[in-house]
């Protein structure tokens, strides 16, 4: 007798939802059981997307449709690796896809990264977007603050730090983020990118949308207005890059807005030190950087000491490794082929994970819905 084939899907992020929907519109006739550590599925769709980026967020509406698939169950509240390991996934399964995504926080390797007020911004973004393993209060006293990255993931960060918390409660954020971001006293917000405009790795749309709140005044420095050949090759050849390009030129030579809070951009200034006094934060140290007439920056040896009372690094995510899965730890990356064949066995006997030989923890939502 033939049956379907089996496959689990580590994590219910938008890659196993749509990996899991892949295989139910292919050809061959498939089980898929999805696996996820959270009490509810979407990865950093809920737990990662700002509260103010709805439009993003609706993308669930997608995921869900998916998620109602009766081909598809949720197994929620299941860690891969603690509550069910590879093995005995092998017996119930002809194949199994990890897609458990980049969470950790990228290290900032400077002196002083070891202070309490200096923050990955997965950190934050946990505690923002009400993810049940992270912090359920945070300490907004700073009234001076940076921020470390020049990508989307940063302005996320500076902007909920800019605005006031009046301006998200209108979001989904949970009463305590918002009782939290009431009392947020920073007024001026600085961002740091060690190379120029044309390297940031901003959006037009998210790097536009900086400037519409009220309170909120983007400030860049005429001076880090500055383009190698190598950045007016890439400007040339990439319209995102032109566009970030030309709204980071506007704010630097428009009127005052005179807004309350000002959110700084800056340009070519590389973190070296977080400069810290009776084991707190009390500002950031940067090197200025230059064009090296070969595609890159080099050090200046000039330095800069911001007075800032606490530093948020948006320098990357990191996927962890998983166990009994192949992992390149330099790269923090799965070693994809590896671990495909490491699954590649006689077909699985056993019946998929509803007999008496698994039992789904308690409170897994094993219904073909989310
Ligand atoms: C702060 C931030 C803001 C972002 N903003 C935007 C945006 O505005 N627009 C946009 O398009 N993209 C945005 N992104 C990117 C987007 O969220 C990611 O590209 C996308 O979520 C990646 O999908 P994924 O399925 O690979 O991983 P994830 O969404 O991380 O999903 C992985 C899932 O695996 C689960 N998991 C992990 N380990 C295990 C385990 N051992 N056992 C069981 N389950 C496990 C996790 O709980 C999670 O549910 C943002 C990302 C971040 C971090």
């Not at 704010?251 to 959110?263: C, D, G, Q, V």
Request: with cysteine; glycine share 8%; hydrophobic share 35%.
């Amino acid at each position: 007798m033939t049956r379907p084939l089996r496959v689990a899907v580590v994590g219910s992020g938008p890659a196993g939802v749509y990996a899991s929907d892949a295989l139910m519109k292919s050809s061959t006739d498939v089980e898929v059981d999805l696996f996820e550590k959270m009490p509810a599925p979407f990865g950093l769709i809920r737990y990662g997307v700002a509260p103010d980026h709805p439009r993003i967020k609706g993308i669930i509406k997608a995921l869900h449709r998916v998620m109602d698939k009766p081909e598809l169950r949720l197994f929620s509240n299941v860690e891969f690796g603690k509550d069910i390991t590879l093995e005995e996934m092998k017996d119930y399964y002809d194949a199994v896809i990890f897609a458990t995504g980049a969470v950790g926080d990228r290290a900032l390797p400077v002196p002083g990264a070891d202070l309490p007020e200096h923050y990955g911004a997965g950190e934050f973004v946990g505690f923002y977007d009400g993810n049940p393993l992270f912090e359920r209060s945070w300490d907004l006293s700073a009234e001076s603050v940076a921020v470390i990255g020049v990508g989307n993931v940063g302005l996320d960060v500076s902007r909920i730090l800019a605005k006031t918390g009046e301006e998200l409660h209108v979001t989904e954020i949970p009463d305590n983020v918002y009782e939290v971001l009431k009392s947020n006293k920073a007024t001026e917000v600085h961002v740091f990118g060690r190379r120029g405009p044309a390297q940031a790795k901003f959006t037009p749309l998210e790097l536009k949308e900086l400037d519409y709140s009220p309170n909120v005044e983007v400030i860049v420095n005429p001076e880090d207005i500055d383009y190698d050949s190598s950045s007016e090759t890439a400007r040339r050849e990439s319209k995102i890059v032109d566009q970030v390009c030309t709204i980071l030129e506007n704010y630097a030579i428009r009127e005052p807005k005179n807004a309350p809070r000002k959110l700084y951009i800056h340009f070519f200034e590389s973190p070296v030190e977080i400069l810290g006094e009776d084991g707190h934060v009390t500002g950031l140290r940067t090197q200025r950087m230059e064009y090296d007439g070969a595609g890159g920056v080099r050090p200046t040896g000039r330095t800069t000491d911001w007075n800032v009372g606490a530093v948020y690094s948006a320098v990357g995510y990191r996927s962890d490794a998983l166990p009994g899965i192949p992992f390149d730890g330099s790269r923090t990356s799965f070693l994809t082929s590896a671990a495909a064949s490491s699954t590649r066995r006689p077909p699985a006997t056993s019946p998929p994970p509803t007999s008496p030989a698994f039992t789904p923890p308690a409170g897994s939502a094993a219904a073909p819905s989310a």
